[in-house]
């Protein structure tokens, strides 16, 4: 029989937020929220780097009724710091019909249409590189986007990236998460809030790879990147 922690432990109040449905869903849920929901529903680890090999969290109340999810025995640690700003900018692209990318000499930028059915996270092709998201516009040019939040893109992978041969636009929201890193831990609805300007912010974009056939499709002069 599984044996649940009952006593509120710092260690399980670490987990503010879960995910529906399965493990890197990027549906987000609260405790709040989730106590609406029935008894049945399952919550996971948003943490791909959970040591449960399930990721299960389980929702429990404090002594002071406040809601929290937690671990099963023996699996409880801290997630990484970033999870739930960078889970909630890639999955910001899901319902995304369009975007702004630049093109040409900075800062001129280009909206595309996007194809959203060919919207895809946390797309696989090399054994070490996982882009964040994957997008193709509506006159079929495929691109990768990586959010940086506490982990630049560093040269090892950009010469991967290269080598993935896939064009790839940075977005940073490191100096958002340094100045904010408490909220943007643990306040699902502050991130939600603040989302939709951080991510249309053109300043915070770069190309990190671009081929010249790239270049070609955009229309600019920029050439490799």
Request: aromatic content about 10%; proline content about 6%.
């Amino acid at each position: 029989m599984e044996i649940i922690h009952n006593i509120e432990k710092e260690s399980d109040l670490a987990n503010p937020f879960a995910e529906l449905t399965s493990p890197d869903s990027g549906l987000l849920i609260s405790p709040k929220t989730a106590k609406t929901y029935q008894k049945k529903s399952t919550f996971y680890c948003p943490d791909p780097d959970c040591i449960d090999p399930e990721r299960v969290l389980f929702l429990k109340s404090s002594p002071r009724d406040r809601p929290f999810f937690c671990h099963r025995q023996n699996y409880q640690h801290d997630f990484a710091p970033e999870t739930l700003l960078h889970k909630s900018a890639v999955r910001w692209f899901i319902v995304k019909t369009s975007f702004e990318i630049p093109y040409n000499e900075a800062p001129l930028f280009k909206r595309v249409d996007l194809d959203q059915l060919k919207t895809v996270t946390e797309f696989r092709k090399l054994p070490r590189h996982v882009p964040d998201v994957k997008l193709m516009t509506s006159d079929a040019f495929e691109f990768a986007v990586e959010i940086f939040v506490t982990n630049d893109v560093k040269e090892e992978k950009k010469k991967i990236i290269s080598q993935f041969g896939l064009p790839t636009l940075r977005i940073d929201l490191s100096d958002f998460y340094e100045e904010n890193w408490e909220k943007c831990k643990t306040d699902l609805d502050f991130v939600k809030e603040k989302l939709e300007v951080l991510m249309t912010d053109n300043a915070r974009k770069k190309w990190i790879h671009k081929s010249v056939a790239t270049s070609k499709q955009l229309g600019d002069n920029e050439g490799c990147l």
